[in-house]
């Protein structure tokens, strides 16, 4: 099983970036795909994700700015990432459940990316 993070890197405050995680190993159609994400020395958070019928889930601080969505037959999650502030500044974990609907606890998730890091520059 593996989850591959990555498209992080450094904008400036206003711009966008895209994240994708790439997923080999496991059914990928059958699992929620989240993205969370970790400053230093805070506890990792819920950012976005996506079930396995496409239904969506955002974080209240990026919504309306961020949007997530799958390619099945790419297996592979994106992360569009628009607006971004200071604030959005993490490194950003993707993660799949094998649940159907989208939960915002990281502790429901059974796979793990590395993580990518994303700077915003003001």
């Known amino acids: 099983v593996q989850l591959q993070a990555y498209g992080g890197g450094l904008v400036q405050a206003g711009g966008s970036l895209r994240l994708s995680c790439a997923a080999s190993?496991?059914?990928?159609?059958?699992?929620?795909i989240g993205w969370f994400r970790q400053d230093p020395g805070k506890e990792r958070v819920f950012v976005a994700g996506?079930?396995?019928?496409?239904?969506?889930r955002y974080a209240a601080s990026v919504k309306g700015r961020f949007t997530i969505s799958r390619d099945n037959a790419k297996n592979t999650v994106y992360l569009q990432m628009n607006s971004l502030k200071p604030e959005d500044m993490a490194v950003y974990y993707c993660?799949?459940?094998?649940?159907?609907?989208?939960?915002?606890?990281?502790?429901?998730?059974?796979?793990w990316g590395q993580g990518t890091l994303v700077t915003v520059s003001s």
């Open positions: 993660a799949a459940d094998r649940a159907s609907w989208v939960s915002t606890n990281l502790r429901e998730y059974d796979y």
């Open positions: 190993g496991f059914s990928f159609d059958d699992y929620t």
């Open positions: 996506i079930g396995w019928s496409g239904g969506t």
